[in-house]
């Protein structure tokens, strides 16, 4: 054996380097066991088969305790994490999903919430949805006090597939109601369902006798464009809604650059004779949302 000395004596093997520490073992065997002692200079170490294996024992006892700690942990951060998120919107208005949803209250200042959407549990979106709604009704209101916004569907709590929607999955969009006065020109907002108007602004069934009301329903989407926050992307209406509104709109010379915004987000949608569908862009921040 290269650089060691080997001495062979009764009952002991002594192990020697030159120019360093000499180093004894000696081996008994207790119970079926080998136990050994090694001495050398100023240390003294005993090792045994039986405590090796207990500690091997303890070793994989305290990796596995402490593997499940980790896992722990890291559901935990992920809880904390996710409850300290915002609300997300994943994928696009018609093939998405909502996270860690904003919920719109079910009655405030200038609205309130159809019972039937309260009923499906409908009134969640991006807070900046949720903002934009409240901005909207309560300019209105400030203008024209006794006026109520009815508020349609908006997105399940965490989005995805709304009945009677191919959008409303990535909580960006909202349906709201037309602002309707009676033959007195009195206020008349309609709780129970959305009331469809014709070219001349007159109502139909189940709901006759009501006229939609141009003046307040232009405030409503100036109010909707002009939001300092929220950005509208589009607003889902009839071809005699967007008409009517337009024609209003040209006829009180609002400004120009808040006309044509007007002509540019109010788009014709079939089945959109009865309410407002109000979409918002992306917001900033949200990479997981697609427009």
């Not at 949720?130 to 399940?156: H, I, N």
């Not at 909580?171 to 070219?199: A, H, I, N």
């Not at 967007?242 to 002509?263: F, G, N, S, T």
Request: net charge positive.
């Amino acid at each position: 054996m290269t650089g060691l000395h080997v001495l062979l004596l009764t009952g002991s093997i002594i192990i020697s380097r030159p120019s360093t520490v000499s180093v004894s073992k000696n081996c008994t065997r207790h119970n079926g066991r080998m136990a050994c002692t090694l001495r050398g200079g100023s240390t003294s170490r005993t090792h045994s088969s039986k405590v090796h294996h207990k500690h091997n024992s303890r070793s994989r006892h305290f990796r596995a305790k402490s593997k499940k700690i980790n896992n722990i942990n890291k559901i935990q951060h992920k809880k904390s994490k996710a409850e300290h998120d915002g609300p997300m919107s994943v994928g696009k208005p018609w093939h998405g999903r909502l996270r860690n949803a904003a919920r719109l209250a079910p009655e405030g200042k200038g609205y309130v919430i159809a019972p039937r959407t309260l009923q499906r549990r409908r009134n969640y979106g991006l807070a900046e949805l949720v903002d934009m709604v409240k901005y909207a009704a309560r300019t209105v209101r400030m203008r024209y006090p006794r006026s109520v916004l009815v508020v349609g569907d908006m997105s399940a709590r965490h989005g995805g597939r709304v009945l009677g929607h191919k959008s409303h999955q990535s909580g960006r969009d909202v349906d709201l109601g037309f602002y309707l006065v009676d033959r007195r020109l009195r206020p008349r907002p309609v709780l129970d369902t959305f009331v469809w108007v014709d070219s001349f602004g007159r109502t139909k069934e189940p709901h006759p006798g009501l006229r939609f009301d141009v003046e307040r329903n232009w405030a409503l989407v100036e109010a909707l464009l002009t939001n300092p926050i929220v950005r509208v992307k589009l607003i889902f209406v009839s071809h005699e809604v967007r008409d009517m509104l337009l024609k209003y709109a040209k006829a009180i010379q609002v400004p120009q650059a808040l006309y044509r915004r007007a002509e540019t987000v109010l788009h014709y949608f079939p089945n959109h004779g009865d309410h407002f569908h109000v979409r918002i862009q992306c917001p900033g921040g949200q990479d997981r949302c697609i427009p």
